[in-house]
């Protein structure tokens, strides 16, 4: 039987960042042809599309570094132009710091809301949120909730807000004070808020670039693609693939946790208990090719947390970044709402309608092409079992020698830069 010091499974940003920094006698096994995961671009017409947005913010000093001595000089810095589409016109976002422009109905019940929320707060006591339904009213008002994050977040999971915890939002909902909210219902907001306020991007070939430029740092010996595990034995140590059988002394794995357990002959009956507790939505969206130049407004991106469109955000990645497009044309990525069941031809006649609507499209020849796509895997769904079940199984495994790591490996809601980080510590902790 052949042996390796670490086996690592999956080739996406978190198992190539492991190899970079561990080097040594390592094995990377990657089910598809070529290595990059979430962040390999796909091709259709010279049209360049990631799975839906992909935007690097780096906040971590060391993969700064690192981006820049991978990419010197191939990536552009883009400042985000994103908005809300409610009631039949655009708002900026994020929604809760730029309410101006709403009817003045829901203007005024979203700013009542929060002046009403920030005299509760000053009134002091903490109470227990014990979710995001509870989260949003304290921290914005019912109006927000009910205009805004309510709606937009039970389509992005397909689950209720009330069954969402709030241990993701620190980072990734922006959190405007009541003195920002009134400025930005007055249309006096000055500052971009949030972390994607502005994002770095490879100036061509989409964010596939960033991880061809890390495999091209290691050796492509030690990468077997086209492959994936039969069987893992994570007693013995050792992981069954076609006809081989190979022996590690340690195992990284960015595969998603379910399919980890999966393949773990030795994962115990609370291993298999703990994973039926994991719950995600599903990643559903259209890659649209248009006849038309600069979509949406020239937005990068919009969210759309009406029930009567069947989608919650559109992006246009062409918009952010002209090299993902043919000259003359622009690119749309589609993300379908997770609480519908909304067939293609659905979605495809929505969609035209809703870009006339906008005065994206004249007529529904504009649209070239629609290619659906979906990923059994998206947003990882806090509810509260989520944090028991993961720690639960991320230390058992640690136990055997077994790192989790990456979005679905660590069951988390990352970021490019975390899942770089992810190997980085992974390979620390290996030495
Ligand atoms: C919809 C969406 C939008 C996002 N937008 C952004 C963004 O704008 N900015 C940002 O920074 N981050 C974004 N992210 C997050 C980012 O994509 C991830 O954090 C990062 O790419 C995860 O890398 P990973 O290595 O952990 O996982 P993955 O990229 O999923 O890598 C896992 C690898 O394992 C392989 N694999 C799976 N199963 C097997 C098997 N059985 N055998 C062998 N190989 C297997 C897969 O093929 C894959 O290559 C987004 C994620 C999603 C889902």
Redo the contacts with the bound molecule.
């Keep these: 039987m052949q042996r390796v010091d670490v086996v690592i ?7 190539l960042s492991t190899a970079l920094y561990r080097g040594g006698d390592y094995l990377v ?4 042809g070529r ?5 390999r671009t796909e091709d259709i017409e010279g049209f360049l599309f990631n ?7 780096l906040r971590d000093d060391r993969i700064k570094a690192l981006v820049a001595d991978l990419l010197p000089g191939q990536m552009v810095t883009v400042e985000r132009r994103a908005a809300i589409y409610t009631s039949g016109r655009f708002t900026r976002f994020p929604f809760q710091g730029n309410l101006h422009g709403l009817p003045s109905d829901v203007l005024r019940e979203c700013l009542q809301g929060a002046v009403s929320a920030a005299v509760g707060r000053a009134a002091g006591g903490s109470p227990k949120l014990k979710n995001f339904l509870d989260y949003t009213n304290h921290h914005f008002g019912e109006g927000i909730a009910r205009h805004f994050m309510v709606p937009y977040n039970t389509k992005l999971w397909g689950v209720s807000p009330a069954e969402v915890t709030a241990e993701w939002t620190q980072r990734f909902v922006p959190m405007p004070d009541i003195t920002q909210i009134v400025d930005g219902a007055l249309g006096l907001s000055r500052e971009a808020m949030g972390y994607n306020a502005s994002f770095l991007y490879p100036a061509v070939g989409g964010i596939e670039t960033l991880a061809r430029a890390l495999y091209g740092r290691l050796d492509p010996q030690r990468f077997i693609f086209n ?3 039969r069987r893992i034995s994570t007693k013995e140590k050792w992981i069954e693939f076609g006809d081989e059988r190979i022996a590690y002394q340690h195992l990284v794995s ?3 946790l379910p ?1 980890l357990v999966a393949l773990d002959v030795d994962a115990p009956p609370q291993a298999r208990r703990a994973v039926r507790r994991l719950r995600c939505s599903v ?1 559903r969206y259209v890659n649209v090719g248009l006849d038309v130049e600069t979509p949406l407004d020239g937005m990068h991106w919009i969210y759309l947390p009406e029930a009567k469109y069947p989608f919650y955000r559109i992006g246009s990645a062409s918009n952010a970044v002209r090299s993902l497009a043919p000259a003359g044309k622009s690119s749309l990525y589609v993300e379908i709402a997770n609480d519908q069941e909304a067939p293609e031809g659905q979605v495809v006649r929505a969609l035209a309608d809703f870009l006339k609507e906008i005065g994206t499209i004249q007529h529904d020849k504009q649209v070239r092409f629609a290619a659906f796509r979906t ?1 059994p895997y ?1 947003y990882v769904i806090f509810d509260k079992h989520c944090a028991r079940a993961r720690e639960s199984l991320l230390s058992h495994y640690a136990a055997q020698d077994v790192l989790s ?5 660590a069951w988390t809601y ?6 770089i980080l ?1 190997g980085l510590r992974a390979a620390e902790s290996l030495r």
Excluded at 51 to 57: C, Q
Excluded at 405 to 409: M, P
């Design positions: 499974l999956g080739a996406g940003l978190s198992g096994i990657e089910r598809e290595p990059g995961g979430l962040t799975h839906t947005g992909h935007w690097l913010h492959t994936r595990p960015s595969l998603a399919d990643l990923h998206g790591i990456g979005r679905y490996g990352n970021s490019m830069e975390d899942a992810d």
